[in-house]
T-cell receptor, first 114, second 118 residues
């Protein structure tokens, strides 16, 4: 158990819908990262937050957005869902992004878009 | 952009034997970090080992060790005394400092599926 929690574990929805994925980092970790794992794209970095502020963006679509709240939990919002958004979405956390610390991954949320 | 290449999509090894997984990367950076992550059938991403580019000494973690060749941009993982529980997808990952601040992101290879046979 990495100490990072993600809910829900599984999510099945239809095209065009909107969903919210939730992540709670390890106790004491200020930085949260979101990754998408799909068969065709592999594991891709989406976005990073540090202590409530967006720090870096990767291959995140405009239909996706995220935020980190004062209690440090983070939410990833996916809207206007398409079949291709079906993937495993991971959240990871680390103590200090400035020191190349290890990122600890949550168990992931499997999103299926029908 | 950084790229990470794992040239072996699948490998297999007999229990108790040694296996080496290959990884090469492309970067113009001098300071960076390299990782191997393991993803068993449960899908959980588990850190196996980490290497700082400024350290010449190869990292070791119990049965896991790396061969880090900075000039060749190579970072292979050796698993000794393979166990059935080592069966998993193994991802090599590169971490660099992003421009504009102290921010890091992981760039992953496509993975190598390792099967340990009894």
């Amino acid at each position: 158990d990495s100490g990072v929690t993600q809910t829900p574990k599984h999510l099945i929805t239809a095209t065009g819908q909107r969903v919210t994925l939730r992540c709670s980092p390890r106790s004491g970790d200020l930085s949260v990262y979101w990754y998408q794992q799909s068969l065709d794209q592999g594991l891709q970095f989406l976005i990073q937050y540090y202590n409530g502020e967006e720090r870096a963006k990767g291959n995140i679509l405009e239909r996706f957005s995220a935020q980190q709240f004062p209690d440090l939990h983070s939410e990833l919002n996916l809207s206007s869902l398409e079949l291709g958004d079906s993937a495993l979405y991971f959240c990871a956390s680390s103590v200090d992004p400035g020191r190349g610390n290890e990122q600890f991954f949550g168990p992931g949320t499997r999103l299926t878009v029908l | 952009a950084q790229t990470v290449t794992q040239s072996q999509p699948e490998m297999s090894v007999q229990e108790a034997e040694t296996v080496t997984l290959s990884c090469t990367y492309d970067t113009s950076e001098n300071n960076y970090y390299l990782f191997w992550y393991k993803q068993p059938p449960s899908r959980q991403m588990i850190l196996v080992i980490r290497q700082e580019a400024y350290k010449q000494q190869n990292a070791t973690e119990n049965r896991f060790s790396v061969n880090f060749q900075k000039a060749a941009k190579s970072f292979s993982l050796k698993i000794s005394d393979s166990q059935l529980g080592d069966t998993a997808m193994y991802f090599c990952a590169f971490m660099k400092l992003l421009s504009g601040g102290s921010n890091y992101k992981l760039t992953f290879g496509k993975g190598t599926l390792l099967t340990v046979n009894p």
